[in-house]
């Protein structure tokens, strides 16, 4: 079966890894690719490492009115940049929006993919999660679910490699002289993440997310997220595993690890590592989670969520081992 796929956003770096990964997918067919500053130029000139039945695509500028004939639109496009367009998308094309324009908006489902695939499963407009959220939302899951932490009072302090910020344009702040030897705050207080993280762990819990905090940071490394998170809660460290082990039972991309997790076991895959430690004197949990930012935070989990929607295997082009060293 070929199921006719398109990206647009493909010269960002969630679009390119979405291409990457679609290339060798069993059943998807790239066959449009849509970019701003890019239109016009084949896929190879702007990778020339693709695949040469991908090498002559080439693309195109983004217009929801010309699409070709699809079945999956995977969109990756800059916060406040999708949401006009993908409105003016015909109804039976399905879209997965590896952007931010769409979370928690009625008529999408959020793409949790891990957490909730049957309610995923069947859907036409998915929205996928943050990376910042996909590290911290999986390992806190098992835990709000569980009642084993308070939901009011989290403390998430996230470490991103600098493609987390996107290929963007000529800001210097993610430049190597700026980034290299450095480790940046940002988003303090009011990070566009914040609310579908709230949102989340209401709905994991029943509770109120009123005290959560996140501070993400900027280290100078390529890929990868590592989010630890600061709970309040009277578990064990073996009950938090536990937890974990049985609300992940049976996913196949969730570890379940006892060793803190490390950014590079995720690198080049779709998997998400969780740990815990705890202090039940204390009254204190922490919780770990780690992802690559450009797969199961962004195209790793949006291929996830398209294989949901179009009722094939969840793991299929996804079941590749991760890139080591």
């Avoid at 702007?46 to 695949?51: D, E, I, M, Q, T």
């Avoid at 590896?98 to 793409?111: K, L, P, S, T």
Wanted: one cysteine or more.
């Amino acid at each position: 079966m070929s199921i006719r796929v398109g990206i647009v956003g493909i010269s960002g770096f969630g679009g390119g890894e979405a291409m990457r990964l679609i290339a060798s997918h069993p059943s998807f067919e790239l066959v449009y690719a849509a970019g701003e500053g890019s239109a016009g130029s084949r896929l190879v000139d702007r990778f020339p490492g693709v695949p040469t039945k991908l090498a002559e695509l080439v693309i195109e500028k983004w217009d929801p009115l010309t699409l070709p004939k699809l079945d999956v639109l995977f969109a990756s496009l800059p916060t406040g940049a999708s949401a006009e367009a993908l409105a003016r998308v015909p109804r039976d094309v399905k879209i997965v929006d590896i952007g931010g324009d769409h979370r928690y908006v009625e008529d999408w489902a959020y793409g949790l993919a891990d957490v909730w695939p049957a309610q995923i499963a069947g859907q036409t407009r998915v929205a996928n999660p943050g990376c910042f959220p996909a590290a911290t939302l999986t390992a806190l899951a098992p835990l709000l679910a569980n009642k084993l932490i308070e939901p009011g009072n989290i403390i998430v302090d996230a470490k991103t490699g600098i493609s987390g910020a996107g290929r963007g344009g000529a800001d210097s702040r993610f430049g190597y002289a700026e980034s290299n030897e450095n480790l940046v705050p940002y988003g303090l207080l009011k990070h566009t993440h914040m609310p579908e993280m709230a949102q989340t762990i209401e709905r994991l819990s029943g509770g109120s997310a009123a005290g959560l905090v996140f501070t993400p940071h900027l280290v100078p490394m390529t890929r990868g997220v590592l989010a630890t998170m600061y709970c309040r809660g009277r578990a064990t460290t073996d009950q938090c595993l536990d937890a974990a082990r049985n609300f992940y039972a049976g996913r196949a991309f969730v570890r379940v690890t006892e060793k803190p997790p490390q950014t590079k076991w995720a690198t080049g895959s779709n998997l998400a590592f969780v740990s815990y430690a705890a202090d039940p004197e204390r009254n204190l949990v922490i919780a770990m989670g780690v992802v690559d930012n450009l797969g199961k935070g962004a195209a790793g989990q949006a291929v996830q969520n398209a294989n949901l929607i179009c009722g094939l295997p969840e793991t299929a082009g996804l079941d590749g081992a991760t890139v080591w060293p």
